[in-house]
């Protein structure tokens, strides 16, 4: 079977790039870079940024660009995914012991008392299995906890065996964060709010018919659910500095979205502007009580960046408009000078 993307040598590789006016500053380098990585990740992954015409290789690049230079980028990449990746697991961390205190608090630390099926919503259904009973993504979870509990991993088989108990802050260990997010989404008002209030150090709790509630679960449930998206994409090695997502978007909310915190047109709003990007990620990362994950995570990836910017200083309005990193107010004090002011 023929094909339009043929397996090509890596000298075969430099050969196509040469011919479409890429500059190689030290060839056997870069032989080791592609060897090691991939042309598709290197080059397919951020070659849009240095061609005449996006997406239009026939063009070939623009003057003078170099493969050091979209090497750099592709490497720049990959530390601020490291970074945003130990943030986020971070933030995992205590999203998941807030929600084992408040479970513990409000049901019981006993596994066969807080795991009982009415503790939870049923989520969306599946149909049935051959004994009648509800396929859900509530008897999903209960199938989980079940696994953990039979499990000989530590330390979950020594509190079986030793306790005859997992409680809840040694069972969220046991769950990646998509599982976990499904316990949280599965959990009764009361839990979620509770877990959210203890989440940004909040004592009120709003009337279940109030109007601000409503807005209040869905701007969480929104930001839980692009966290998870960019677990996943750093996870996986995809690439974050520009990523968007439509499916992860924030959607408008009067909470986040105001003249005190994020002042962004409805036109702009509606075109993706603040709404998935890392810029977005951070921010909201600093909404919560713990602001740890979301201090580091801007002074890690601002370090990649002033580092990357003493090669390559004519990136930075690129760099910027595109992790929207303008929307930390001190940015360009903290892009000059060594002491951060961050948010």
């Avoid at 396929?135 to 065996?161: A, Q, V, W």
Wanted: net charge positive; proline share 3%.
């Amino acid at each position: 079977m023929r094909t339009d993307k043929p397996f090509k040598t890596i000298k075969e590789q430099i050969q196509i790039l040469k011919s479409r006016n890429l500059v190689f500053l030290n060839e056997e380098t870069a032989k080791n870079a592609l060897s090691r990585y991939g042309y598709y990740e290197i080059i397919n992954g951020y070659k849009d940024h240095f061609l005449n015409e996006k997406g239009n290789d026939d063009l070939g690049f623009k003057t003078g660009t170099t493969f050091e230079h979209i090497y750099a980028l592709y490497s720049l990449d990959k530390d601020i995914s490291r970074d945003l990746l130990k943030a986020l697991e971070d933030f995992e961390q205590t999203f998941k012991q807030s929600l084992a205190y408040v479970v513990s608090e409000n049901i019981s630390e006993i596994d066969s008392s807080y795991c009982a099926v009415s503790h939870f919503n049923t989520g969306k259904t599946y149909g049935r299995d051959r004994r009648g009973n509800l396929k859900c993504d509530r008897s999903r979870l209960l199938r989980k906890f079940d696994k953990i509990k039979r499990t000989d991993n530590e330390p979950f088989h020594h509190y079986s065996t030793n306790h005859n108990n997992i409680p809840p802050w040694i069972m969220v260990k046991g769950l990646t964060f998509g599982q976990f997010l499904y316990w949280y989404r599965l959990s009764k008002p009361t839990i979620r709010h509770k877990t959210i209030l203890r989440l940004i150090g909040a004592q009120k709790i709003f009337s279940q018919n109030d109007q601000l509630l409503r807005e209040f679960y869905q701007l969480y449930g929104d930001i839980f659910a692009l966290y998870l998206s960019y677990r996943n994409l750093t996870a996986h090695g995809g690439r974050v500095f520009n990523n968007r997502s439509k499916k992860h978007a924030l959607r408008k909310s009067p909470i986040l979205y105001n003249s005190d915190r994020i002042n962004v047109s409805n036109r702009a709003f509606n075109k993706g502007k603040y709404r998935s990007s890392i810029g977005m990620v951070i921010y909201t990362l600093g909404l919560f009580d713990n602001s740890q994950p979301a201090y580091y995570a801007y002074v890690w990836i601002l370090a990649e960046l002033k580092n990357y910017l003493k090669k390559y200083p004519e990136d930075k309005d690129y760099l910027v408009k595109s992790m929207e990193f303008d929307i930390f107010p001190n940015l360009e004090y903290d892009l000059k000078h060594e002491d951060i002011k961050a948010f």
